[in-house]
């Protein structure tokens, strides 16, 4: 009752406002109270990450991906057994940390008005739940000049895999239409190994920038292109993302249903809500405000270039 009472605004009264006595009770249960509605506006949230990531647990400032490579298949046993290298691959995603603040006047506490920055917290809390968000469709839009485990750019025409360095391409320059998704599907379908296995990869996921949505739908959803039965429709399924406007000619193909997902979002320190509100504090004793903020340590990273493929939409089809 008492932390229901703190986090509302009290009714005015011309007699006499409310007022709260700051003590180290009160701020743990104002704190409470903010860490509650913190988390269940974080679990609220659906990002899009996970979509095209694979959510990896990191334990060290920086994480070593060896095993980035080749894909393997299956082949007959004769003689002995063949052992794939899954040391191929030096490719390493460095952990970084973000955070965001924010200040509530000491005053607005003693005047018991926390209610007004209930907003604020709830923010915080979605703020958190989306920066992987961020994070990932960046580098995905970054994808044909950041380099991934290869050494090549993400998107590129020039990946060799094997001894034999065998080029392979993901990369293409045609604008969003049917015919280039057709093309790029086929491209995805017919990769193979070193051994010219075929990799099985299917593509299920066009991701697209808003601008590029309704094409996106004409691809894979209408029922009719031009008077005629629509061939391709359910072949994958439409993502738009907010976090690739700005780049509107770009689009991307990928197949996400394998245990390892064409990104990496890897995952140092969960984020976690925080405080300073001790009287010591140099922002108490100075500025007067006390801090709240969110903060956590993570980064985002590429999987395998074979299971993604990305077309900067330049040139017409």
């Known amino acids: 009752l008492l932390l229901h009472l703190m986090l509302q605004v009290p009714a005015s009264d011309k007699e006499g406002e409310s007022e709260m006595i700051i003590n180290g009770a009160n701020l743990r249960g104002i704190y409470t109270g903010f860490n509650t509605i913190f988390n269940k506006a974080?679990?609220?949230?659906?990002?899009?990450?996970?979509?095209?990531a694979t959510v990896v647990p990191s334990t060290t400032d920086t994480e070593v991906y060896a095993w980035l490579g080749d894909i393997p298949g299956m082949r007959e046993w004769i003689g002995e057994r063949e052992i794939n290298n899954l040391t191929s691959s030096d490719y390493t995603i460095k952990n970084r940390p973000f955070e965001t603040t924010i200040g509530i006047p000491v005053n607005?506490?003693?005047?018991?008005?926390?209610?007004?920055?209930?907003?604020?917290?709830?923010?915080?809390?979605?703020?958190?739940?989306?920066?992987?968000?961020?994070l990932t469709f960046g580098i995905l839009k970054n994808g044909f000049t950041e380099k991934c485990s290869d050494g090549q750019p993400f998107f590129s025409k020039e990946h060799k895999i094997g001894k034999e360095e065998k080029v392979?391409?993901?990369?293409?320059?045609?604008?969003?239409s049917m015919d280039a998704y057709i093309k790029a599907r086929a491209a995805m379908m017919s990769l193979t190994n070193s051994a010219g296995r075929p990799l099985n990869l299917i593509p299920d996921l066009l991701v697209v920038p808003p601008?590029?949505?309704?094409?996106?739908?004409?691809?894979?959803?209408?029922?009719?292109?031009?008077?005629t039965r629509n061939t391709m429709?359910?072949?994958?399924?439409?993502?738009?993302a907010p976090q690739l406007a700005g780049n509107d000619s770009a689009w991307?193909?990928?197949?996400?249903?394998?245990?390892?997902?064409?990104?990496?979002f890897q995952e140092r320190k969960k984020p976690k809500f925080v405080s300073k509100t001790k009287l010591e504090d140099d922002n108490v004793?100075?500025?007067?405000?006390?801090?709240?903020?969110?903060?956590?340590?993570?980064?985002?990273?590429?999987?395998?270039?074979?299971?993604?493929?990305?077309?900067d939409g330049t040139v017409a089809g």
């Open 108 to 134: 607005a506490i003693e005047d018991d008005k926390l209610g007004l920055y209930r907003p604020s917290v709830e923010l915080l809390g979605q703020s958190a739940a989306y920066h992987p968000d961020e």
């Open 42 to 52: 974080f679990s609220e949230v659906e990002p899009l990450y996970k979509q095209i």
């Open 211 to 227: 601008a590029l949505e309704k094409d996106a739908n004409d691809i894979l959803v209408a029922d009719l292109l031009n008077g």
């Open 233 to 240: 429709q359910g072949t994958a399924k439409v993502l738009t």
């Open 252 to 264: 991307y193909l990928l197949c996400t249903k394998r245990p390892i997902k064409p990104l990496i």
């Open 285 to 311: 004793f100075f500025e007067n405000q006390y801090l709240y903020g969110v903060d956590y340590r993570g980064n985002a990273g590429y999987g395998f270039w074979q299971m993604a493929y990305g077309s």
């Open 168 to 176: 392979c391409c993901n990369a293409g320059t045609e604008k969003l």
